[in-house]
């Protein structure tokens, strides 16, 4: 049985938070440096992110897993988006990713959206796997990404 994990919100940037950051987002992308304390103190404080991570309590509380959930309203309705989820390699498989990903989408309920969407790459088996059980469909769309 999966060790439960304490799912809580980054609304203080210390340096415990800058390095899990900084362990946990080279393990998600090798394109995209962690964030630094500014860049994170800026997530945490906007109105639109809400920077979700998941502490291991038989590990003294040390962050496990994190997860972004942007939620902003538009003319037809709140949308919501899970962005950047990474569980720590040593913490796989024990449930930290969908208890993050549960607590992003009772927050994205509680905050008025309807639908919850993501994306994720297709070599990411075990994550495409969690997020069709959590009861996420692939819809039938194109994304487009226009470089700045």
Do not use: C, H, K
Not at 11 to 16: K, N
Not at 79 to 104: C, F, K, S, T, Y
Request: proline residues 7%; aromatic residues 4%.
């Amino acid at each position: 049985m999966a060790r439960p994990v304490e799912i809580s919100e980054i609304t203080t940037v210390d340096d415990e938070v800058v390095g899990a950051f900084g362990r946990l987002i080279p393990q998600l992308s090798r394109s995209n440096p962690p964030p630094g304390p500014d860049e994170l103190r800026r997530i945490a404080a906007s109105e639109a992110s809400i920077l979700l991570v998941a502490r291991d309590p038989e590990a003294g509380g040390a962050v496990v897993g994190s997860l972004t959930l942007v939620v902003f309203p538009i003319p037809t309705a709140v949308r919501a988006w899970i962005e950047d989820v990474v569980v720590d390699e040593a913490a796989r498989g024990r449930g930290v990713g969908e208890a993050l990903n549960r607590a992003a989408l009772e927050r994205a309920r509680a905050a008025g959206a309807r639908t919850v969407d993501l994306t994720s790459r297709p070599s990411r088996q075990a994550a495409n796997r969690l997020y069709q059980r959590l009861g996420f469909v692939p819809r039938d769309t194109n994304v487009y990404r226009f470089e700045l």
